[in-house]
Each structure stands twice: as structure tokens, then as C-alpha cells.
């Protein structure tokens, strides 16, 4: 009933840019929020960019500014625009749907994809 997939991950120079996608088939939940979370081999999970029901966006201060997350009307697919790349942002990339039934004010549960690699070269 809810299945991830992310695309869109590869090798790029540092000040290039890269687009992830999220192709996201998610049925009978309601979609709380959306996430792009990364993480680099030996460290926590980091989040990057979520986007609230509400349209609201939050990210974290490193990517402020450079990265942007989008979801298409349909909501089928959720992006992460990321743009001015760095070396340091070089890592696995996870779309992950806070998703609850039938309605956001129930206990929510977190679904994950299965991640993208994004590798910044100086």
C-alpha cells in the first residue's frame, strides 16, 4: 500500500546541481508530511527538507537557500532541487511519508524509500 522510489542521483562537480524524485504510490493513508533525508556511512540519518500538508517547507540550515523541495499537483511525485552542490552533501538520499489513517491527527507512522547516492566532487 505504500511504496517509495527514489531517482534522479550521480555524480556531479561541486557548484553543479542534480533533481531527485520520489515516485511515491501511497493509498488509503493520509499524506502528513514528506522528507528527503541523507546519510553518510558511519553517521545519523540526517533530515534535509520536509513538506508539510500545509505547504509549509522546513530545512536544515546547511542546504537553506540551495536546495528546494516540490511535490507535483498530483502529489505522485516529490522533489528535492538541489542546486550550487557541495562535497559536503555528498551522501545517500532517502524520500520518506509521514502517513496516518484516516486522518493526519491520528498516530502517524514514517515510510521509507529505498535511496539515491549523490556524489559531489571538488
Known amino acids: 500500500q505504500v511504496q517509495l522510489v527514489e531517482s534522479g542521483g550521480g555524480s556531479v562537480q561541486a557548484g553543479g546541481s542534480l533533481r531527485l524524485s520520489c515516485a511515491a504510490s501511497i493509498y488509503t493513508y493520509s499524506r502528513c508530511s514528506m522528507h528527503w533525508f541523507r546519510q553518510v556511512p558511519g553517521k545519523e540519518r540526517e533530515g534535509v527538507a520536509t513538506?508539510?500538508?500545509?505547504?509549509?517547507?522546513v530545512y536544515v540550515d546547511s542546504v537553506k537557500g540551495r536546495f528546494t523541495i516540490s511535490q507535483d499537483n498530483a502529489g505522485n511525485n516529490l522533489h528535492l532541487q538541489m542546486n550550487d552542490l557541495k562535497p559536503e552533501d555528498t551522501a545517500m538520499y532517502y524520500c520518506?511519508?509521514?502517513?496516518?489513517?484516516?486522518?493526519?491527527?491520528?498516530?502517524?507512522?514514517?515510510?521509507w524509500g529505498q535511496g539515491t547516492q549523490v556524489t559531489v566532487s571538488s
Open positions: 513538506l508539510n500538508r500545509d505547504g509549509s517547507t
Open positions: 520518506a511519508a509521514d502517513l496516518a489513517r484516516p486522518s493526519c491527527n491520528k498516530l502517524k507512522s514514517r515510510y
